[in-house]
Nanobody, 125 residues
Framework: QVQLVESGGGLVQAGGSLRLSCAAS????????MGWFRQAPGEEREFVAA????????AYADSVKGRFTISRDNAKNTVWLQMNSLKPEDTAVYYC??????????????????WGQGTQVTVSS
């Protein structure tokens, strides 16, 4: 089991940037695909980005492609989400999640079952 703590959220103007961090504890981080999800008020939680255990594969939601970048450092047990050109519609609580399975190569098969508490991102127009 991996425990996750997100940080880095805040209030930013449209067009600005934020970098979210997710610090993980537990021995399974380096073998787990990691993902970022978000949930806006009144909306379902939605996928934002994911990265394979090695960092060699990434995936993004169409709505954030070209603006957001996911990365990880297994030595630091940390995954980041760099968010640029933020828009008001990016406003949400952002959650970090870990794959239940080890060494998933195909991110479409990842089963994200461990979640952090979330960090609020608010983008003003």
């Amino acid at each position: 089991q991996v425990q996750l703590v997100e940080s880095g959220g805040g209030l930013v103007q449209a067009g600005g940037s934020l970098r979210l961090s997710c610090a993980a504890s537990g021995r399974t981080f380096s073998s787990s695909a990691m993902g970022w999800f978000r949930q806006a008020p009144g909306e379902e939680r939605e996928f934002v980005a994911a990265i394979t255990w090695s960092g060699g594969g990434v995936a993004y939601a169409d709505s954030v492609k070209g603006r957001f970048t996911i990365s990880r450092d297994n030595a630091k047990n940390t995954v980041w989400l760099q968010m640029n050109s933020l828009k008001p519609e990016d406003t949400a609580v952002y959650y970090c999640a870990a794959d239940r399975f080890a060494y998933t190569y195909d991110l479409r098969r990842a089963d994200f079952g461990s979640w952090g508490q979330g960090t609020q991102v608010t983008v003003s127009s």
